[in-house]
């Protein structure tokens, strides 16, 4: 759907063709999608994306495909049938942009690598998604999310403190990672492409976008010193910062970044100026040394106080805090509703709720279209391409649609 003339979206008249599946590359376009772009999504005629099988949480649709499909059109096509290759390259030819994160080498051997269609198509840009990237000895192992979280340290630095137990992120970050990194690519791509004509290749690795985000456990552990230790919801390096218990049973989290945070905490959060001069918490590494007796302290004083009260002593000192929500809690958010930040989408299980965009820009509004049914665009996608309706029922009776 295209914004109204007067409030153009920045990615209006562009069109992403996509051989998606699972979350990187669909959360890279459906951003696309956001900011306007004509998304056109490539699944296997009847299954489609396997996204669309993990759960059936969200009225009887994948929670992971609703979160990342919405706004796009849904093209059916068996990519190993003869008669595919060719509608394929019809949208190519009218494309900006291909994003794939096919298995390792699927798309080259479908004669989609970024040479044989810079070729052809000089002014595509070609996004390719995988684990470990292109070259090096791990170019063609299998990747999922948290086996990249692996890979990349991530798990070397979750977890409670004293225990080998290890503990993924509760989403997909590695995932994530390479999703976001493949769609502020491609907008610089597209940026290039005005300065140059043509369009570029783009390779993302899920691991070297998750590394990059360890870039702060990285250096710690510079010149092989010692890693920082698994805290659980605690920071590793920085205390008091994370979950503390308060009498009524609740959990506040709190963060104090520096000195000044600190003096008010003693002073006006817990009431105890004196431990400002106890050699034990004089400093941050001081008090991340000692971190168990200041737990002690710290908990015996929230012990005679409710969770709002605590908030309240530390919105007045004021010190940064955090109530610990749920999912149901994220949903009833009072910020979110008060910014209006929920609106509703379409799907064939009806209407569902869906948070903007982050990144409001007040010139335009995101695009926040349905999320598609297997192969919904199909026929109308082939009419665009001048095939007539015998030809697609054709194809249809061969398994190619």
């Not at 070609?126 to 299998?142: M, T």
């Not at 989403?171 to 610089?188: F, H, K, Q």
């Not at 570029?200 to 920082?228: F, T």
């Not at 002593?313 to 209006?340: F, K, S, T, Y």
Request: aromatic residues 8%; hydrophobic residues 40%; contains cysteine.
């Amino acid at each position: 759907m295209a914004s109204e003339a007067n409030h153009p979206r920045p990615l209006d008249g562009l069109t992403v063709v996509s051989l998606e599946h699972a979350i990187a590359a669909p959360f890279c376009t459906r951003q696309l999608a956001d900011l306007g772009a004509r998304v056109i999504k490539i699944e296997r005629p009847g299954s489609g994306d396997f996204a669309r099988a993990y759960d059936t949480r969200t009225r009887g649709l994948s929670s992971h495909f609703v979160w990342t499909n919405r706004s796009k059109e849904s093209l059916a096509l068996d990519l190993k049938k003869d008669g595919a290759e060719f509608i394929l390259q019809q949208l190519l030819e009218k494309a900006d942009v291909l994003v794939q994160n096919l298995a390792p080498g699927a798309a080259a051997r479908m004669g989609l690598s970024f040479e044989q269609l810079h070729a052809r198509f000089p002014r595509l840009i070609v996004c390719d998604i995988s684990g470990y990237g292109e070259g090096g000895p791990y170019e063609q192992k299998k990747a999922y999310d948290l086996l990249i979280q692996s890979e990349g340290g991530f798990l070397s630095v979750t977890g409670g403190p004293g225990t080998d137990e290890l503990a993924k992120a509760g989403c997909s970050i590695a995932d994530i990672a390479a999703g976001m990194y493949a769609y502020t690519s491609v907008l610089s791509a597209l940026l290039l492409r005005t300065k140059t004509g043509l369009g570029s290749r783009i390779d993302v690795s899920m691991l070297e976008s998750l590394v990059e985000w360890m870039g702060y456990p990285l250096y710690y552990a510079y010149d092989e010193a010692k890693p920082p230790a698994r805290a659980g919801a605690a920071h590793s390096t920085i205390y008091p910062y994370g979950p503390f218990p308060v009498g009524d049973g609740g959990t506040v989290m709190l963060g104090l970044q520096n000195e000044r945070e600190w003096a008010l905490f003693c002073e006006k959060v817990i009431s105890q100026p004196s431990l400002l001069v106890d050699e034990r918490f004089i400093s941050n590494a001081n008090r991340s040394d000692n971190r168990e007796a200041l737990r002690t302290i710290i908990v015996e004083a929230f012990a005679r106080l409710t969770t709002r009260e605590v908030i309240e002593r530390l919105d007045g000192a004021p010190i940064a805090n955090a109530r610990v929500n749920d999912m149901h809690d994220v949903w009833r958010h009072p910020q979110l509703e008060a910014r209006r930040r929920w609106t509703e989408v379409q799907s064939a299980a009806g209407s569902i709720r869906a948070l903007l965009p982050p990144g409001a820009n007040d010139a335009f509004e995101p695009r926040m279209d349905a999320i598609p049914s297997v192969g919904q665009h199909t026929e109308s996608i082939l009419r665009e391409l001048g095939y007539p309706h015998s030809d697609i029922e054709r194809l249809r009776l061969a398994g190619v649609l």
